[in-house]
């Protein structure tokens, strides 16, 4: 099988050179305490309004007068606590 004829003349200098590059600026502050403390908070509201809902939920009034809606509450807290954490560095 014959072999390809490449030669370094062949090769263009600017894709070799390094001089062409431009440095790229990395932002490593990383998150802010008060977005890991939203995220977290919405995700222990989200655990606790669940709980609550389940221990106590037929001694409480607003929570009897919401019915099913408690779990989509519960959940929905939760859920966007854990969307949050995709915007964490």
Not at 11 to 17: E, K, L, M, N, V
Not at 26 to 52: C, R, S
Not at 68 to 74: F, K, M
């Amino acid at each position: 099988m014959p072999k390809a004829k490449i030669t370094k003349s062949s090769i263009p200098q600017s894709s070799t050179s390094s001089a062409n590059r431009t440095p790229v600026k990395i932002n490593t502050g990383g998150t802010p305490v008060w977005y890991k403390a939203i995220m977290f908070g919405l995700m222990l509201a989200g655990l606790i309004w669940l709980v609550v809902n389940y221990l106590a939920g037929t001694h409480i009034p607003f929570m009897v007068e919401l019915g099913a809606w408690n779990y989509g509450i519960g959940f929905g807290l939760f859920v966007l606590g854990l969307l949050m954490t995709m915007g964490w560095r």
